[in-house]
């Protein structure tokens, strides 16, 4: 494992169309930092699969629901719902094409590689905003992790996400009672308040306890119908 003196090493480096991302190794764990912010790492995955998790548990019992996870990350969203049968589709919306390639030949595909060959899933490389605007396809389930939270992100555009506006583009693409799941590092009141305001229902956020300091959380809420 990693010790407090040991110095991260590169394994990969490239300018993506979003800015530079970067692939570490530091010990045993694989880290990914966008635009000089650490994203996540390879040591845990609770929070993301209570991300997932949550999610399904929030839905009205429906037969075979579609999920779409916003952010491929290092894979843990993934993994754990192709290893739910609950889910009858998977679809996997990603960015940046390196952390695609990462996965699909590189250093995560460990992680990744049983999920991926998962007849129902299916990786689609687009900026998260513009696919939920232009897709005329529903799901049943967002379950969206592509900043550290919404007053946190990882590049200037992705605030509109966590706007009212870019709110309803995800009701839009949720099909009634369908269930919007935030990732975030710390919680939020103020997002809580602009999900009600852009006419989500059942808004609530879970506690996610770490080791240290303010719990990670994931936010809640459902789109009427």
């Not at 694989?30 to 839905?59: H, K, P, Y």
């Not at 894979?75 to 739910?84: P, R, T, V, Y």
Request: aromatic share 6%.
């Amino acid at each position: 494992m990693a010790t407090s003196y040991d110095a991260p090493a590169v394994i990969d480096r490239r300018e993506g169309p979003y800015g530079e991302v970067v692939l570490r190794r530091h010990g045993a764990l694989l880290q990914i930092i966008a635009n000089g912010c650490f994203l996540m790492d390879t040591s845990d995955g609770r929070s993301e699969r209570l991300l997932v998790d949550a999610a399904r548990d929030a839905l009205d019992g429906r037969a075979e629901p579609s999920v779409l996870i916003g952010g491929l990350g290092v894979g843990f969203s993934l993994a754990h719902a192709a290893g739910d049968p609950c889910w009858g589709r998977i679809t996997v919306v990603e960015r940046e094409p390196a952390v695609i390639e990462w996965h699909l030949d590189g250093p995560l595909a460990a992680l990744s590689a049983q999920a991926l060959a998962d007849p129902r899933t299916s990786i689609v490389e687009a900026d998260l905003l513009t696919h939920v605007n232009e897709i005329s396809d529903t799901y049943d389930a967002l379950c969206l992790d592509i900043d550290n939270g919404p007053g946190w992100t990882v590049t200037e555009g992705n605030q509109s996400l966590y706007s009212k506006a870019g709110l309803a583009s995800c009701a839009r693409a949720l099909r009634p009672g369908g269930v919007l799941a935030v990732w975030s590092a710390q919680p939020s009141p103020e997002f809580e308040g602009t999900l009600r305001n852009a006419g989500f229902k059942g808004v609530r956020t879970e506690e996610i306890p770490v080791a240290r300091g303010v719990p990670d959380v994931v936010h809640l809420a459902v789109r009427p119908g």
